[in-house]
């Protein structure tokens, strides 16, 4: 967004955007595979090949 362009659209597309958020019809894609903290790099990788499909978690437990 720039700076002072359109704030007033801007702010009813982000307003729009929370209602959707809000009422839980906004889900995340998550990859299938999840990964620990210990194994960061190893999700990185996994990004970076191309092969994720949506987000991908690294959980710390």
């Known amino acids: ?25 906004l889900t995340p894609i998550l990859d299938a595979q999840t990964f620990s903290l210990e194994n960061v790099g190893q999700a990185y990788a996994h990004l970076e090949s191309g092969k994720a499909i949506g987000k991908v978690v690294v959980e710390n437990n």
């Not at 002072?4 to 702010?11: A, L, S």
């Open 1 to 25: 967004m720039l700076h002072d362009f359109k704030r007033e659209k801007h702010g009813e597309i982000l307003k729009t955007l929370a209602e959707i958020s809000n009422s839980g019809k």
